[in-house]
């Protein structure tokens, strides 16, 4: 098994504005090759931090550029932290070990938050979704398929994958609330992740590609979760890099995902 290791990048400058309540977001940001994409999404970052706590944990999957580098290399007193992956794992592995490297330092009141690391994401929608959470919910999604959602940016054969996807998972899963499974920009309360992952450990996530996170969703559904959804605009038009989806290889995944928890037996003790 590749080495993972973690380290230190940059401490939250002391005196930045900080929130009355609601604890820490821990950021996850799997990231492979994205040395075009990072700086600007880490300046955005820092540009939330004035007003929210933020831990930003990238996720560097085997990356053959800088990615690693220009994650530590300091974005206005930013807290971050590398993980590395020797060598590319996946998106799944990258998500899991993200979360537990974020699981081992967040609080009961902190929450966790996965968003893609190729500036696609807003970070400004940071603060809503922690107010989903703080209102109770302990899942919220950044949806492109709710009112005031928008994916118009995203290529045509991506757009059409996600949104058949969420039809598939629609109309054969029993999520309430649920209408864009494939988003990677959520949050969870830390207290849900952790009961799941005391759990599974490290089968919470067992699908490398895309269809982790529809995996992470369905066995996060043994919890009995709140879940909400905030719309997204997604900003397609940022990205720098080509996009690392393969449709072919990917509706492969969620087709055997959904066979796969159709075939599984639920957890034999409560969650």
Known sequence: MAAIETALATRAEPGRERPPSGGRAHVVLPAFNEESSLPSLL?????????????????????????AALAESGFGGLDVRVVRHTVNLGLGRAVQSGLRAALEEAGDDDIIVVMDADDTHDPGLIRLLREEIMAGADVAICSRFVPGGDDRTAPPVRRLLSRGAAQLFR????????????????????????????????????????ACMVELLLKLRHCRPVIREIPLALRYDRKQGPSKLKLRRTLGQYLKLLVRDRLSPAPYRKL
């Open 43 to 67: 300046e955005r970052l820092s540009e939330t931090a004035l007003t929210e706590v933020l831990t930003v944990w990238v996720v560097d999957d085997g990356s053959s550029d800088r990615s």
């Open 171 to 210: 109309r054969a899963l029993d999520l309430d609330g649920v209408h864009d499974f494939t988003s990677g920009y959520r949050a969870y309360r830390a207290t849900l992740l952790a009961r799941a992952s005391a759990h599974w450990g490290d089968r919470l996530i067992e699908e490398q590609g895309f």
